[in-house]
């Protein structure tokens, strides 16, 4: 049993609470509290930290690569590939003013796409692509080339089976762990409470107010309930058109002959990688085992990992001598249509779930949108 003290402070009753203490739950947190100071937030999470994508991405400051955007307009069409561009610039520009970039190991370091035989893309075909992204771009990044062709620097970096490389020099690349120990530094600072290590099992409308029912021998009121559980989304409210997509990553131990720096993209989004110092973070190859990887489960597999292997050892670093020093996944949000679902589900109970591949760049932009709708 809980002792009156404990459940008149850390437990109290508040005005909202936020399920899920990611990207996502952290920006709302910030833009509600910066929209009314007086409001009492607890912020609970299942995990001893944030443990969904937040902590476990490859920390790319991207809003979309050529090859990726161009298969979004086939897929959303143009408007709806654009609105996400924008979220995530946007998004990208206020993670940049709310923290000083050695907090958050912030680098503008440009990115690239990789382009490989395999693709059959010509070199015709890629000109047209991006200079029709870069002409629906200008609105957004002010640039009159986001991206450009960059061949020459393909036998700089020493990449092998790559015949086009295409730059964006507005990319950048930080420390996830870091951006999330900062939000939730400042959060805290703005007086939100932040609670680990519960899991929310169900929640409902009682007597006027949300009771959250937990694993732990209290339950939680509030007024108004925030659900940002993104991949997870499901398995509180099994309605929503949320699904859990694994993404695997292997680190390589540090390589002091490393050529190039920043973030690369493959495949329309599905490899990726970039430095971390002197070592290379490689992620991606979803596409290889969508099924097996359609998961909650936070193991790596060898089918996946084998596949980064090749790529790195072939593609990225051919010849090189290396180990493989880190190996972890995370579980991202994905569902029938590539946005996220901002709603209010029933009266006083919202929901921002289903970031994708690119959150670290939306959350500010959904936090915002939160804001807006939910006071
Ligand atoms: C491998 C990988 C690489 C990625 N790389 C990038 C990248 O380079 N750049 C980029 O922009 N994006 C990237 N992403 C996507 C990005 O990380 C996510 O979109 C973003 O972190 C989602 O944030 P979130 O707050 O919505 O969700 P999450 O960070 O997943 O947070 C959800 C939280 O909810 C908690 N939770 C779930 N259920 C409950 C419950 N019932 N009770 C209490 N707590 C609960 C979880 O513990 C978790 O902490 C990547 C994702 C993955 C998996």
Redesign the pocket.
Known sequence: MFSIWEKESFYAPKDIVI???????LWSAYFLKKKDPSLSITI????II?????????????FGSVTELMADTLNIGEDKMLELVEMRYRGLKRIRKTFRSSDIAYEEAGGYELVTPYQGIGINLLRSNIDWLNQRLKGITGKTKTFQVSDSKISQFGFREVNHLIENKLEGELH?GKLCQKLLQLVQSLGVTVLNN????HFGHVNGRIELETNVPTNLYCNKLLV?????AK??LPDLDVEPA????LVTSPLPSLKWKGTFHYDEGFY?FRDLHNRVLL?GARNKAFEAEHTYDLSTTALIQDELERFLREVILPGQDLQIEYRW?????TGGEKKPVLRELSQNIFC??R?????????PQVGKWVAKNMI
């Not at 694994?246 to 990553?249: E, K, L, M």
């Not at 996944?329 to 949000?333: K, N, P, R, V």
Request: proline residues 2%; positive net charge.
């Open positions: 399920v899920g203490s990611g990207f996502v739950g609970i999470d299942r995990g944030p443990t969904g994508a937040s902590t476990r991405n490859a920390g790319f400051s991207c996830s519960i899991e929310i099992k940002c559980t993104n991949a997870f398995q509180l694994r993404g695997q990553i990726y992620g996944s995370g579980i991202m949000g921002a779930v970031m994708g591949g690119m959150g670290v760049a939306l959350a």
